[in-house]
């Protein structure tokens, strides 16, 4: 079984650059993921790397598959300067550990609640995942591994995550394109959901 975190990496500084920091989190019972930041003008980007070091298990599974099974790192894209962004590092790695902690296969559509503001004074606690394929593409694995995807990660208020939860995540998407929402502003308000 080859190591894929290295592979990883490669991928995010091809498509990215080289990180102008990096952090680290370890919780209990749990691999190590670090957050590596890149800046890119005025936008900063903040990369997970350690989720896709297993393959997210199905819940319901009664032995993980140690090889099978959908892998992902986490991609947040901010306006820099905007406010102090660089405390997402914490709420991101919990966010990556969440398949090793609770089980959870994180997939495009879902909702992630870290419970508290992703960044201080934050109007969004929960974030909408989006699907992967654009900013950094998919690393392929050799068979029978699946690919590494890289998933966006879109802010939402509490109101957004709510008519998310009723209208489902391509009615949010839609609404926040035809409105022109820019979902890279840091302190943005919420969409009108009228």
């Known amino acids: 079984m080859v190591d894929v975190l290295p592979l990883v990496e490669a991928r995010l500084r ?3 650059g080289e990180p102008d920091a990096r952090a680290a989190v370890t919780f209990l019972g749990t691999d190590r993921i670090e957050v590596l930041r ?4 005025d936008v900063v980007r903040y990369a997970t ?7 997210m298990a199905d819940p ?3 032995l993980a598959d140690p090889v099978k099974g959908p892998r992902a790192e986490l991609v947040l894209s901010v306006r820099h300067g905007l406010a102090d962004t660089d405390k997402v590092l914490r709420p991101l790695a919990v966010l ?8 959870v296969v994180v997939a495009p559509g879902a909702s992630l609640d870290v419970g508290d ?3 201080p004074g934050a109007p969004f606690t929960s974030v909408l995942v989006a699907e992967s394929g654009g900013l950094v593409e998919d690393l392929e694995l050799d068979a029978p ?5 890289f998933l966006p990660l879109l802010p939402m208020t509490p109101n957004e995550a ?7 995540a391509q009615a949010l998407q839609e609404r926040w394109l035809t409105q022109g929402t820019d979902l890279r502003d840091p302190v943005r308000v919420s969409v009108s959901l009228d």
């Open 96 to 103: 990556a550990a969440s398949p090793q902690v609770e089980g």
């Open 14 to 16: 091809t498509a990215l």
């Open 145 to 149: 591994a699946d690919p590494v995807r």
């Open 60 to 62: 319901t599974a009664v």
């Open 38 to 41: 890149f800046t890119d003008g």
């Open 117 to 119: 503001p992703l960044w």
């Open 162 to 168: 709510a008519w998310k939860r009723v209208h489902g």
């Open 49 to 55: 790397l350690g989720m896709s070091a297993q393959p």
